[in-house]
Each structure stands twice: as C-alpha cells, then as structure tokens.
C-alpha cells in the first residue's frame, strides 16, 4: 500500500509525525486490538511485514503464502484494517517513541544516512525537503510537550487529513486469478 503522504508534510512543529504515524498503524486496529497480531499471524503463516516513510510517500507491504486462500483472504483483512481503523492507543504511543528513537540512533551510524542529511542540509531551509523526517524523543515527546500540543491528538488529525483512499495505491501479487482477488 502506497499512502501519498511522507515526512514532507509533517506539521513544522512535529518532524517526524508521518513516520511515527506508519510505526503506530501496527499496533492495533479496531478488528484486531491486540498489538502485534498482524506479525504474529504472518509469522505463523511464512511471512513478514515492513513499512518505510519516504519524503512523499508512506509504503506498507507484507508478504506471505498466498496459495491458501483463506490465509491470504485473512492477511488481505489484518492488513486492511490498518487503514480502516488504526487504534492509536495512549500506551503504544510511548512504547512506540523508544522505537522510532532508537531507529534515529541507529540512522545516526549510517553513512548512507549522514549522505542523505547532508543533501537535505544544502536544501533551502523553507523548503520541506529539509525537514528532520525520522523524528525523535526529542522531537515527537520533548518538543511536542514544550509546545503543549498533544502528541495522540495531532496523529489521529494527521491519519484523518492524510489516510483516505483518494491518497492511496494498492498493488496485490498472489497466484490467484483476478475474478479471485477481487
């Protein structure tokens, strides 16, 4: 799933609330509550699931043995219900910040990364280019508290404003016919 959102248009005062929003839509929808459930069902089919936040896109994919067509039909819903009613949930959020934290510690390490800030650095700084995209605690936790915005809050508007099916591409590979898949 191509959502055509990315860390581009987060809101000036919260860098990194796309890619804090494509870590939270895993934990937890209004179907499938329990945090991890998507994972531990690919994982128990063969399969796996990962997202990246780009400048202007948030990409979702998952992969698993969709020769059985239930299993494929069930991950087809978990994966769905990620778009339909993501759960957001105050004690995921905190657990959920270690984790976009730590990603950033590991970017830090990264030449790659530090090639790509650099580019983004020589960018006209009104530009949205060059935006710190992968956010932080100190960014999404200390900046947003410091600012007395409500960090919860800003993500469901940022999902409400930007999540809709009009900003979203589907691509679907299985060995099921089309007359099967629709």
Do not use: W
């Not at 976009?100 to 280019?129: C, G, M």
């Amino acid at each position: 799933m191509n959502v055509h959102v990315g860390a581009c248009s987060d809101p000036v005062e919260i860098p990194g609330l796309a890619h804090f929003c494509e870590h939270m839509l895993f934990l937890g929808t209004e179907k499938y509550p329990e945090e991890d459930s998507f994972a531990k069902f690919l994982s128990a089919n063969g399969g796996y699931n990962n997202a990246f936040t780009d400048s202007e896109k948030t990409v979702y994919f998952f992969e698993v043995d969709g020769s059985i067509d239930k299993r494929f039909s069930e991950a087809l819903l978990r994966f769905g219900s990620f778009f339909s009613g993501p759960l957001f949930t105050e004690s995921a959020t905190g657990r959920e910040l270690n984790a976009i934290d730590s990603e950033n510690a590991k970017n830090l390490q990264n030449d790659i990364f530090r090639l790509y800030e650099l580019e983004k650095a020589r960018v006209n700084s009104d530009h949205p280019f060059s935006k710190f995209f992968t956010g932080n605690k100190k960014t999404l936790l200390e900046g947003t508290k410091r600012q007395g915005i409500n960090l919860r809050n800003e993500l469901v508007k940022f999902y409400e404003s930007y999540y809709s099916s009009n900003q979203m591409s589907l691509a679907v590979v299985a060995p099921q016919s089309l007359p099967q898949l629709r």
